[in-house]
């Protein structure tokens, strides 16, 4: 049985207490996604850690991979996410690290949304603090924001993006959770194909936002 996340939870304080997925430049998507289901059946969540633009863009494609493969077995919940970035300790010295932690929720509990939805394209050159601010109003106006994005660097900006979101609410004193949902599909040209990846941000009341049973162990206190 799951408990709740303490509001604001900080992934930078849990890698230690749970079982991370690292994310490196030989990591393979689709592996990712099995291990990201596999990890969230047997303990509830799923976390992974990566540094730079190709590990973020590989858990982003690993993430719509996820939540494709675990809404087939499992139809009544939906496999959502949050982000942070730290510093990491490594041998090239510190690193700024993209943490991601995924949980499942129930379908009763993610907002409901129009059947069109208006989106914010992501580019190379799109600046997190801003794009965030932009989501950040229209999650108040609507309930939602949608960005989509091409490459590798629209998908760091992405979660990068996300994790401005959550500093942005926690400023605010929001009584929600901002996570994401993330979908993929492939843009084909004459020449070649590319990566759409869509991340759908939606507010969840933070006391809904399950977490591992970590914090009831009393020798972790």
Known sequence: MLNLLPARASLRDLTDRLETIPVGIDTNQMDLASRIVASTQTRGYAMTIGVGPEAAYKVAEALGFARMSWMVCDKSSDLCAYTEMGDVDTVYGLLRAIRTYIVPLHQSIVPSLPNVLETMRISGTTKPNKLAAAICFKIEQDGYALTTGVGVD????????????????????????????????????EDHSARVIKMLCTPVPSIMVPGPEIFASSNLA
């Open 154 to 189: 629209a998908a760091n900006i992405a979660l990068k993006t996300l994790t401005v979101v959550r500093y942005f609410c926690e400023n605010d004193s929001a009584n929600f959770e901002v996570l994401c949902r993330i979908k993929v599909a492939t843009q084909l040209a």
